[in-house]
């Protein structure tokens, strides 16, 4: 993850990092919570972070869009039922690079790519060598996601699109 890597790079100058050797042989290089010198990973540490990238994320103090997903008339949340029904891991890799995209926006390929009309879609590869796709837009400061499948074929199937783009109108004129 590119994103998490530069954060890292940046946060280095923070606190000298421990090194710990594993019984492999290997260097493991950790940073101490008792030396964070900075108070917004002292923060992090505190609310019980249980992820680094997310620790070293809120260190830098990056911005993060927040995530809103399409909702009927009648309340239910489709992208988020379909999300609930993939397998652990899938659904794991679609929120990190879901995640990639609210903290790193702007983003382009092979994470992001342009749609037209102000839709965009996040390109996720799953276990399985199978590809998935959340269609979104961006609306006042958030991530609008009104779309998500598993892809079938190498072009993004004409229905799933019409249907994003259905929804994203449907949402604009509210």
Request: net charge positive; charged share 25%; hydrophobic share 35%.
């Amino acid at each position: 993850m590119r994103f998490a890597y530069c954060a890292l790079r940046l946060n280095t100058a923070h606190a000298p990092p421990a090194v710990d050797k594993s019984s492999r042989g290997g260097t493991k290089i950790t940073r101490r919570i008792s030396q964070l010198s900075n108070p917004r990973q002292r923060a992090a540490n505190a609310a019980g972070w249980q992820n680094e990238a997310d620790k070293l994320i809120l260190a830098i103090g990056a911005s993060m869009l927040p995530v809103v997903f399409y909702r009927t008339g009648v309340g239910n949340e489709p992208i988020r039922e379909w999300l609930r029904s993939l397998s652990d891991k899938d659904s794991k890799t679609i929120g990190v690079d879901l995640k990639t995209v609210q903290f790193g926006w702007p983003l382009g390929m092979p994470l992001c790519r342009p749609l037209g009309n102000g839709l965009w879609e996040v390109r996720s590869r799953l276990s399985g060598n199978r590809i998935a796709r959340l269609m979104f837009f961006l609306k006042d400061g958030s991530i609008c996601v009104v779309n998500g499948f598993i892809k079938k074929t190498q072009k993004t199937p004409p229905e799933e699109l019409e249907q994003a783009r259905k929804r994203m109108k449907e949402w604009c004129d509210d």
